[in-house]
């Protein structure tokens, strides 16, 4: 059964990687027989990530919430799922090499050094912690594709500022799109990580005995939330638009990544869950 | 096939002299009956700005070339045209020349979608004046298919191919929808009018002229349901605008850095892209290190235009491959002609022996063994007429052997006597 899981782990990144030179080819190729075959490809992707997900649940005997490469898991999850509905509902089809690279990465961090874990703390399985995770995931999902559109954005801005009319300005959509894009990803990002952090306050102090409004994780999200509702602000002003809000985007992303990183190896506390 | 024909165009005379020539669609309607009286049975006539195309089947056949030249200089009157300024055709070579052109690969802007409808209208016009008969119908066909063909089957019409339509191009990758935006337009001139008219096309919220001489900014606003404002004052009023595009003959710069950069401050970092396509340039280039200002120039916007025409030229081959495709079923049809009234003289021959001979059985048996009777003469006739019939279109059709394909078919009307049908009939 190990090795199933294993096997499992390992073919679901072969997939990811071979949907993502999909994208690849056909974001340089442009033929239209890739047009739908390369969506095909990321829907068995995600299906096979969801039958990997449940196969998992079943053989651990708990959520793949528990480490942070189950984490990273559900993390590219999320992201390759958000992005076949957006392309499934705005059919603008050039941008996903730029958001499928996150879930790739994601995935091939969670493949190569994912553990298993059997023994975990009987708080998590509860209702409010798995709506809890599931909320703060797609948050970060979301914050994740708002970079790419951020990225997409200053690369296409560049390319127009430098008279490059190459593949970048004839497959990306434009500039105007790839804002409002990433201005509504932060949108759904802030209001998932919103929802994620008021269940958190609301169940946690009453679930753990340990608890800490200290705890690193308790802190990153806050200032990662903080710096986004500021950001959310500016922008409804018109304080910061364009290039600028694209930077910020890009920042905030990289910060929350650290801050993931930071609070799930170095720095430890209530969070923590494996026994 | 005896179709001749001439062509005036980009590849064989100047601009000035292809101008002269054209003819307006009131003077093809007074050419047609000149042709008609004294060179063409059938033909038509493609005139453009850019190109003069006559093309017909000779009355007799000792017109020429030289009789279509004389009778179009007798109509234009053109100095200075010389034999070197035109291209003759004949047969094979003249429809495959008339595809070239509604192909759009004979335009001097390869892929230039206008020719289309200058082809539709040019055999339209020669329908409605009775100088189109069943030859020239059908080519009309088969030029018409070619030209929706290319559009369909290859790419040769996509991607600007013009500065004012790069420019347009550009904007579409900054800005997504044109309605909420205002827009500029420095000069009324023709290159000016031309942008004015795509941004009106992309569906512009506001659009806005600028001339030094005020009239003509008027007209040309008028003609666009736009605004004029002052040129004097044009500095002043620069923030109001997300695009602008400038097209004057001015000999220094209409907008200078500074006025740019003042304009930056009071846009509050809102997207603005200034297309200067004019020569000299209208704006100070430096404009384009500013923050948040996209500066394009004729020279920048020209890479997207040889970028796109080297693409439309790639096309090339593949659009020649649908016109001989067409070609080859066009000979077939016409090669056909000739031999589809023997075939259908040569059944209704046989077909009219077995009906009077089934008649006189009619009432002598029943009417169901009448039936198998019926069908089986029927049957009969179908095997016997099935390969002279194969055989006639097949050595018509490939064209390859047509002399013998008309041998055939006078030797079955003679043979038949299908010359003669009520003597036919009477014996």
């Known amino acids: ?275 | 096939m005896d179709i001749i024909g001439i062509s005036i165009n980009h590849k064989t005379a100047p601009i000035d002299l292809r101008e002269t020539l054209h003819l307006s669609n009131g003077e093809v309607q007074e050419f047609i009956p000149i042709l008609k009286e004294n060179i063409f049975s059938e033909g038509f006539i493609l005139s453009t700005c850019n190109r003069t195309d006559i093309f017909g089947i000779p009355k007799e056949r000792k017109i020429n070339y030289k009789d279509i030249q004389n009778s179009l200089l007798n109509l234009k009157h053109v100095d200075g045209l010389s034999p070197e300024h035109f291209q003759n055709y004949f047969s094979c070579g003249a429809v495959k020349h008339i595809l070239e052109v509604a192909a759009s690969i004979n335009s001097q802007i390869v892929g230039d979608s206008q020719i289309h409808g200058q082809v539709k209208e040019a055999f339209n016009i020669s329908e409605n004046s009775g100088f189109s008969k069943t030859l020239m119908h059908k080519l009309y066909e088969t030029a018409v298919r070619v030209g929706k063909r290319t559009i369909t089957e290859t790419r040769i019409g996509q991607g600007a191919v013009t500065i004012s339509f790069a420019a347009i191009k550009v904007l579409e990758k900054i800005f997504s929808t044109f309605d909420k935006k205002s827009a500029l337009v420095i000069g009324a001139g023709e290159t000016g009018e031309l942008a004015a008219i795509h941004l009106k096309e992309k569906g512009i919220g506001k659009l806005f002229i600028t001339n030094r001489t005020r009239s003509k900014a008027e007209n040309l606003a008028k003609k666009l349901k736009g605004n004029v404002i002052d040129f004097g004052s044009l500095q002043d009023s620069l923030e109001k605008f997300d695009i602008i595009i400038s097209a004057t003959s001015a000999e220094n710069y209409i907008l200078e850095y500074n006025d740019v950069k003042s304009m930056i401050k009071k846009r509050k970092g809102a997207l603005t892209c200034i297309m200067d396509i004019a020569i000299p340039r209208d704006v100070d280039p430096k404009v384009a290190e500013m923050d948040g200002i996209f500066y394009n120039d004729i020279d920048s916007l020209n890479v997207i235009v040889s970028e796109n025409l080297r693409k439309r030229e790639k096309e090339i081959p593949m659009v020649n491959k649908i016109i001989i495709e067409e070609m080859t079923a066009f000979f077939k049809w016409y090669n056909a002609l000739d031999v589809v009234p023997t075939i259908k003289d040569f059944r209704d021959f046989f077909e009219e022996i077995r009906r009077d001979e089934i008649e006189k059985i009619k009432y002598k048996i029943h009417d169901y063994e009448f039936e198998k009777v019926d069908n089986m003469t029927k049957r009969i006739i179908g095997r016997i007429l099935h390969y002279p019939t194969l055989n006639l279109k097949r050595l018509s059709e490939t064209g390859i052997d047509y002399e013998a394909a008309k041998k055939y078919s006078e030797m079955i009307r003679e043979l038949f006597n299908l010359n003669d049908s009520d003597k036919n009939k009477k014996d």
């Open chain 1, 1 to 275: 059964m190990f090795k199933v899981t294993q096997i499992m782990s390992y073919w679901l990144l072969v997939l990811y990687i071979v949907t993502f030179i999909g994208y690849l080819y056909d974001f340089f190729a442009d033929k239209k027989y890739l047009y739908n075959t390369k969506r095909v490809f990321l829907f068995v992707t995600l299906l096979f990530h969801v039958i990997y997900l449940v196969e998992r649940t079943f053989f651990l005997g708990h959520l793949p919430i528990v480490t942070q490469y189950e984490i990273f898991s559900l993390l590219a999850f999320a992201i390759g799922f958000t992005y076949f509905l957006l392309e499934l509902l705005s059919d603008i089809r050039g941008t996903g090499v730029f958001i499928l690279i996150f879930a790739l990465l994601f995935q091939m961090k969670s493949t190569l050094f994912i553990q298993d874990v059997y023994v975990v703390n009987s708080i998590l399985n509860n209702y409010p912690l798995g709506t809890h995770v599931i909320t703060a995931i797609l948050g970060f999902s979301a914050i994740s594709i708002s970079s790419a559109y951020a990225l997409m954005y200053l690369l296409l801005y560049k390319n127009i500022k430098t008279n490059k009319f190459n593949i970048i300005f004839k497959r990306l959509p434009n500039l105007e799109i790839l804002e409002q894009m990433n201005f509504y990803a932060i949108i759904i990002g802030f209001i998932l990580l919103t929802i994620a952090i008021i269940i958190g306050f609301a169940w946690l102090p009453s679930a753990f005995p340990d608890f800490s409004y200290w705890d690193p994780k308790i802190i990153s999200t806050m200032i990662v939330w903080l710096i986004y509702s500021v950001g959310i602000i500016l922008k409804l002003r018109g304080s910061i638009t364009g290039k600028r809000f694209a930077k910020f985007s890009i920042y905030g992303f990289i910060l929350s990544i650290l801050f993931l990183l930071l609070t799930g190896t170095i720095l430890s506390g209530f969070h923590n869950f494996v026994n």
